[in-house]
């Protein structure tokens, strides 16, 4: 007998949620194709990302034959830097930091070429009673079984079926940027570069790691540094000026990193040097292309748009990055998403299991990351919010409390 012809799955979005989901799905016997817009590969993309263990697990269901020391860069634990540049703070939390890039193209390398299409901008989707179509740009049409949405923030799959659930402004930015460690001074080494460490002006907060290098390399001396640091920028004001770019033209949420004005970023490093510890303002003057992101949050009211139509990972929730979870999110939801569909042959009730297990994680993440964030959007706070905000603000609570998975049981 013709042994059954494996079900197909259409993923929008190739990035790491998109992996995830690809990987998993063929593990369970579906025919997969991946479609990315980006006509190019996206490993040169995103800057730092924290690790908890469900993330290994996921990835240990994958296949991936990967040990956490391929994965990123231990640190024992970490540390708070007052603003003359001694430590004022530590604990004792090991953790393993990686970069976007790196993870990316170790789960890129275990999917077939022929599996992931770039170039592929999709324009709409069509669900029938047995299939779903996915239209693209370039006229082509492919049918499938199912059709998963991995495509972000600014998700086309959410737009065409949730019209009004989009990203809302947090009413503040963070700069980001990586820095070869070896460019650094051997004293700021010395003082960052083993531990996840902080910088606490008033109002703002600083944070940074280790990461793998340019070159992929994860030994002492060849990494790079991620920082990221949270500072309020009021929606009618400050946030348009950093946005608008070196030809005036104005950005709405986000601007390309080479096209920020150069005074922008003067201005940002002599904010360093006066706000941060010395260390800090070091690696920010030493970062030769820093980045802006404005802080959003996104919660999407449903998982399951239609019967054969799903969105996972920031399609479906974007939290502020102060939890750490957006890829670990991403990747259990893909691995909840394999999980049900091996448990039943019906797609549609398949996907009425994922959306029941994983649209309260989702909102309760959501809720956690501002939480930690309230007390940077200060000038938006009523006082008696502004009082309980600051408890998270206070050195202890913010080495115990970021990018770490407390209280969010999957």
Known sequence: MRAAKPKRAVIIGGSICGLFAALLLRKAGWDVAVFERIGSELAGRGAGIVTHPELFDVIGKTGLDVTEARVGVGVSGRRVFGPDGRITGQLDLPQVLTSWGHLYRLLRSALPDDSYHHGRNLVSVEDGAERVRAH?????????????????????????????AKPTYAGYVAWRGLVDESTLSPETRAALCGHFSFSLPPGEQMLGYPVAGADEQLDEGHRRYNFVWYRPAASD????????????????????????????????????????????????????????QAIQDLESPRLRLSPHVVILGDAAFVARPHVGMGV???????????????????????????????????????????????????????????????????????????????????
């Open 237 to 292: 004001g400050q946030l348009a000026e950093l946005l608008t770019d070196v030809d005036g033209t104005r950005h709405p949420l986000s601007i390309p990193p080479h096209l920020i004005r150069p005074e922008v970023v003067a201005g940002m490093r002599a904010d360093a040097h006066r706000l941060l510890a010395p260390q800090f303002a070091e690696v920010v003057e030493r970062t030769q292309q820093p980045f802006l």
């Open 328 to 410: 670990t999110k991403a990747a259990a939801d893909a691995a909840a998403l394999a999980a049900a569909l091996a448990d039943s042959t019906d797609v549609e009730a398949a996907l009425a299991a994922f959306e029941a297990k994983r649209l309260a994680f989702g909102r309760a993440v959501v809720q956690r990351a501002r939480h930690l964030g309230a007390y940077m959007q200060a000038q938006i706070l009523d006082e008696e919010q502004r009082a309980r905000a600051e408890r998270h603000r206070h050195p202890d609570a913010v080495m115990s409390e970021t990018a770490v998975a407390t209280g969010l049981a999957a």
């Open 136 to 164: 693209f740009a370039d006229g082509t049409v492919e049918e499938a079984d199912l059709l998963v949405g991995t495509d972000g923030l600014f998700s086309t799959v959410r737009a065409a079926f949730l019209p009004e």
